[in-house]
């Protein structure tokens, strides 16, 4: 079996959820009999030598200057059958070509592979919204809303410089590339019913939970009683749809003798690069929340075990459906229970009871209910420890991916 993995980019160079997990697979693949997988993830500019399409990480692993339409998600790139990626996928010759995402890379790459490779089985795995989506993918209205429904319609009034018509096009343009996928991963049910509703075929998808490595050290502590204090954790990118400012809002409105019980570490790359106004809003919440609130910058994959041994709760604040983020299954990993918005895949991956409690998405006061509840000692913490449900392994993760790999469809 010969697999050759694309995503959006490489965790060696960007630290997102998604590029985790397309590199976790690709190494999974890599260790199982019989296999021989490549890794080709896009990168900016000033990764690529001159005059070159790809670049070389290590044997394997390449990185690939492309650039897609903003808009309709086309590639930037010569994608013809004497270019430098048909020569490629020629070269390889690969059985599967799996798109852990196309954003960043170009949807008609599916095309590309297709015509050069037309007995070759292709995969797209789908990390969030952005094939419905113009608004980065998040399913939410630049309002601020969340959406239920896109159409072309609802879609221009969040864009009114884009006609309806253009919008039309757009998602037919999409459609067209994906209708030539094989077979669609999503890591959460939630995601795959949203793409069955626009019209994805219900018989192409499988759901499979993103996978880690299971080799862990953490020696699980006995359970702590809460209500003397609390260290909580954020772990992920700062921007407008994760909700920082949902949880400093609620620390803030804590009463001062209970923010003296608590801590919030934020861990997450993004505050230089914010708008200026969110920029300064976090700060001032953070003034106003005290010494409760720390900001240490971003962190590397490899010390999220360390890290993690210095929390009792991992928080999320995010004002956006979610898909199946990846920092739920570190927490799972390591023994910490979640306090997250109860929406979308959040809400599928932590039940409340079952690892982890929820509130009301953007709720700033609800959240800060359930914080002062975990203070008070009135929820019964240990039940919900006991309760975090098992992670899927990186081993688990390669045969349910090579499974369909070998399938018929």
Known sequence: MRVIIFSHGHPKFSKGGGEISAYNLYTAISSEPDCEAWFVARGGKELINPNCLFSVVKEREYIIGSSSNHFNL??????????????????????????????????????????????????????????????????????????????????????????????????????????????????????????????????????????????????????????????????????????????????????KKTRKKISLDIYGSGLDTLDLNLKQELQDLQKRCGKSVTFHGAYQPREIEQLMEGVDWVVMGSVWWENSPVVIQEAFKYGKPVICPGIGGMQEKVRPGFGGLNYRVGDALSLRDLISKICSGSIDCKDIIEKIPPICSLREYAHRHLAIYNSQS
Not at 115 to 137: A, D, M, S, W
Not at 165 to 185: A, G, N, P, S
Not at 202 to 208: D, E, Q
Request: hydrophobic share 40%.
């Open 74 to 255: 086309s590639s930037g790139i010569d994608l013809s059958d004497g270019g430098e990626l048909a020569e490629l996928l020629r070269k390889i010759s690969p059985n599967v070509i799996h798109f852990h995402h196309y954003v960043h890379l170009g949807i008609d790459l599916i095309h590309c592979a297709k015509r050069v490779l037309p007995q070759v089985k292709i995969v797209v795995t789908f990390h969030e919204f952005i094939g419905i989506c113009h608004n980065y993918g998040q399913m939410v209205t630049t309002s601020g809303r969340l959406c239920y429904q896109a159409s072309p319609r609802e879609c221009s009034l969040c864009f009114p410089l884009i006609t309806k018509e253009d919008f039309f096009l757009r998602e037919m343009f999409i459609k067209t590339h994906l209708e030539k996928v094989d077979q669609y991963v999503s890591p959460s049910r939630f995601l795959m019913e949203r793409y069955i509703e626009w019209g994805l075929s219900r018989n192409k998808f499988v759901c499979i939970e993103n996978g880690l490595p299971n080799d862990y050290n953490i020696v699980p502590k006995l359970f702590e009683d809460f209500s003397k204090y609390i260290r909580l954790a954020y772990f992920g990118q700062i921007n407008r749809f994760k909700g920082v400012d949902v949880i400093l809002r609620a620390i803030a409105s804590l009463p």
